[in-house]
């Protein structure tokens, strides 16, 4: 009985959990509670049992059954019945109707796109939301269509679902991210300088010093070099555009506010490496290692002299030894580092002794 008693608690709190998360971005203090929280597996167990019921019901929403639910509901007083037992159903009360009936109940909320987000009444704009991560923070968040993003460190996203399409804006850093299949609403992910189409794939998105690298490890993706750099702009006018280039699995292509370069091939062990917790760099930029080396090692990382932005590096290592990767630099390269107050690095020409 104490161990049924307990479980349920856990349950409790994994619904309550559930719902803060879909409803707003958790707090700093919030979101160190529930990283706690979840390092108990019973209760990350309990939680993730939550998100497959969710993506589930998104897959059954997309079907036949699901557009006809949707269509049987279309009278009067519909909403409020759902809501309410949906209500009922996230906080752990007993639902007012039997299994079946709550199932069904279930469907229709999620085919209709309300859960406990609130997408909004129909004709009303569609409710932004946005995630971020610190330094040397990752992060993986399941978005309300069921597509999957991985954050990486020092890294934000703003996203907007709308009836049409799905937008998601990355502001700063990388991100990597599987799409949930949904052809009558195609998946974007805009920077200044590109914007990438999906419809359900695997893929990177990296903001790097000097452009955008888009890189795909599963399906196709589209980009779209876009003419100008104004974010709020392109949101209004989405159709300013100049080149584009499709990607296949194994590709990459850096987008600068120039233009599209030329599509690679990379090897699988470099794409979003960051996610098993490696740096892999093959005749990198110098100023791109740093730019991802800043946002595992607080105090920054400067370049003492713009040429050296340019030099090239080839290395790889783990996202915990940046300081080590920073004094095999010297070795490498005609470069001097220097530590200043404040654990600041500042990374300058060598100078040749008379």
């Not at 008693?5 to 959990?17: G, I, N």
């Not at 098993?276 to 110098?286: D, E, F, M, Q, T």
């Not at 370049?303 to 940046?322: D, K, M």
Request: proline fraction near 5%; charge should be positive.
């Amino acid at each position: 009985m104490a161990q049924g008693r307990s479980q349920r608690l856990v349950d409790e709190r994994a619904r309550s959990w559930f719902m803060l998360r879909h409803e707003r971005n958790l707090s700093p203090r919030e979101e160190a509670e529930f990283e706690r929280w979840m390092e108990e597996p019973s209760h990350r167990a309990s939680y993730r049992q939550l998100e497959q019921v969710d993506r589930g019901l998104l897959a059954i929403a997309a079907t036949a059954e699901g557009e006809r639910l949707r269509a049987q509901t279309a009278r009067t007083g519909w909403r409020e019945r759902l809501q309410r037992t949906l209500s009922g159903f996230l906080r752990g009360a007993p639902a007012p109707a039997p299994a079946p009936a709550l199932a069904m109940a279930l469907v229709v909320f999620m085919a209709v796109g309300l859960a406990s987000i609130n997408l909004g009444a129909p004709g009303s704009d569609p409710a932004p939301g946005s995630y971020k991560t610190g330094i040397a923070q990752t992060r993986t968040i399941t978005l309300q269509d069921g597509s999957e993003v991985t954050l990486g460190a020092d890294s934000q996203i703003e996203f907007t679902f709308a009836e049409r399409r799905r937008d998601i804006s990355l502001l700063k850093g990388q991100a990597f991210f599987s799409v949930a299949t949904d052809p009558a609403r195609p998946f974007f992910v805009n920077t200044d300088n590109a914007s990438v189409r999906v419809v359900g794939t695997r893929f990177e998105v990296h903001r790097a010093p000097g452009g955008v690298k888009v890189s795909v490890e599963e399906g196709i993706v589209d980009v779209t070099h876009v003419d100008h750099v104004d974010h709020k702009s392109r949101k209004e006018n989405r159709n300013t555009a100049a080149t584009r280039v499709r990607l296949l699995a194994g590709q990459r292509v850096r987008v600068s506010a120039e233009g599209s370069g030329n599509v690679e091939t990379i090897g699988a062990d470099e794409l979003a490496s960051w996610r098993r917790g490696k740096l892999v760099y093959r005749n990198a930029r110098l100023s791109e290692v740093v730019a991802d080396a800043n946002r595992y090692r607080p105090g920054g990382i400067l370049l003492g002299a713009p040429q050296l932005a340019e030099l090239r590096v080839t290395t790889s290592f783990s996202v915990n030894q940046v300081e080590t990767m920073i004094s095999m630099l010297e070795q490498s390269l005609p470069v001097s580092v220097y530590r200043e107050a404040d654990n600041r690095i500042v990374i300058w020409p060598r100078t040749t002794a008379n």
